[in-house]
Nanobody, 126 residues
Framework: QVQLVESGGGLVQAGGSLRLSCAASGPTFRSYTMGWFRQASGKEREFVAAISWDAGTTYYADSVKGRFTISRDNAKNTASLQMNSLKPEDTAVYYC???????????????????WGQGTQVTVSS
């Protein structure tokens, strides 16, 4: 079973940047859609970005489009989320998760993902 570990969170001023990483164990990582979600205090987990198993398809929440970039390196079993022009409303715990295998369809519901990591806190100060 694939296990995920997120890293790279921290405290940053508005307008700054952070790069989150998701490290996966297991040889089957490359077959999964990878997704980044976030959960602010008192709110439900929400979709941020996702990438297909072959990195051929990427899609984003409207709130982060043009500011965030998702990528993956199947040779290294890693996925990343580059976050630029951060805003205070981006403050949340960020999670990576595994989605459906060998699919290029768009999945934006947390119910379509699993094997969540422990999360990494991102705090953006104004």
């Amino acid at each position: 079973q694939v296990q995920l570990v997120e890293s790279g969170g921290g405290l940053v001023q508005a307008g700054g940047s952070l790069r989150l990483s998701c490290a996966a164990s297991g040889p089957t990582f490359r077959s999964y859609t990878m997704g980044w979600f976030r959960q602010a205090s008192g709110k439900e987990r929400e979709f941020v970005a996702a990438i297909s198993w072959d990195a051929g398809t990427t899609y984003y929440a409207d709130s982060v489009k043009g500011r965030f970039t998702i990528s993956r390196d199947n040779a290294k079993n890693t996925a990343s989320l580059q976050m630029n022009s951060l805003k205070p409303e981006d403050t949340a715990v960020y999670y990576c998760g595994l989605g459906p295998v060998y699919s290029k369809a768009w999945y934006k519901s947390a119910r379509d993902f699993g094997s969540w990591g422990q999360g990494t806190q991102v705090t953006v100060s104004s």
